[in-house]
T-cell receptor, first 113, second 115 residues
Framework: EAGVAQSPRYKIIEKRQSVAFWCNPI?????LYWYQQILGQGPKLLIQ????????DSQLPKDRFSAERLKGVDSTLKIQPAKLEDSAVYLC???????????FGPGTRLTVL | KQEVTQIPAALSVPEGENLVLNCSFT??????LQWFRQDPGKGLTSLLL?????REQTSGRLNASLDKSSGRSTLYIAASQPGDSATYLC??????????????FGQGTILTVHP
């Protein structure tokens, strides 16, 4: 069974630029999550989708971050414009349902200069 | 709001030692608690998941316990090996409702096992 795929693995941009991350969850998983992990901290949930609907985006900085889940499968997370404090690893995870085990992708490491 | 704390922040031990990692959470109304391993530059790998009705789970040299009433969980690693070196994270899952089963993570314990 293929795991959660993410791309790119690494991205370096300058502040005020835009960036987008892509996630392909495990086939058949209805729930998809985006987490932000700042160096030295645990992951923090940014947004959670159930199929193609958002169920929790309470910690998403909506003035600069946006996310969508196309046809309930792949998802993209966008930052526009980026700030220095957005430097972090962005992790995507998926699960079969809201209370099922989450499986994580390798993450995208973003550096904002 | 759930808060999860892990102690110690870092731990260095010689190979062969038994060790304990600690995790505490502020809200005892959890659905389950999960321990993860994170290697440098990698995603998270699930190690053990303890349901709220359970007291412990075991997998190989790993044993995780859960005491909901005191808001604590421990991960016990027996006969540590250099390959165990990684960051260990615990996460408490909300029971549901408006929180939709949200995972709240601790900040992790960085474990180094010396040969």
């Amino acid at each position: 069974e293929a795991g959660v795929a993410q791309s790119p693995r690494y991205k370096i941009i300058e502040k005020r630029q835009s960036v987008a991350f892509w996630c392909n969850p495990i086939s058949g998983h209805a729930t998809l999550y985006w987490y932000q992990q700042i160096l030295g901290q645990g992951p923090k949930l940014l947004i959670q989708f159930q199929n193609n609907g958002v169920v929790d985006d309470s910690q998403l900085p909506k003035d600069r971050f946006s996310a969508e889940r196309l046809k309930g499968v792949d998802s993209t997370l966008k930052i526009q414009p980026a700030k220095l404090e957005d430097s972090a690893v962005y992790l995507c995870a998926s699960s079969a349902g809201l209370h099922n085990e989450q499986f994580f992708g390798p993450g995208t490491r973003l550096t904002v200069l | 709001k759930q808060e999860v704390t892990q102690i110690p922040a870092a731990l260095s031990v010689p190979e062969g030692e038994n060790l304990v990692l600690n995790c505490s959470f502020t809200d005892s109304a959890i659905y389950n608690l999960q321990w993860f391993r994170q290697d440098p530059g990698k995603g998270l790998t699930s190690l053990l998941l303890i349901q709220s009705s359970q007291r412990e789970q075991t997998s190989g040299r790993l044993n995780a316990s859960l005491d909901k009433s005191s808001g604590r969980s421990t991960l016990y690693i027996a006969a540590s090996q250099p390959g165990d070196s990684a960051t260990y994270l615990c996460a408490a899952r909300d029971p549901g409702g408006t929180s939709y089963g949200k995972l709240t993570f601790g900040q992790g314990t960085i474990l180094t096992v010396h040969p």
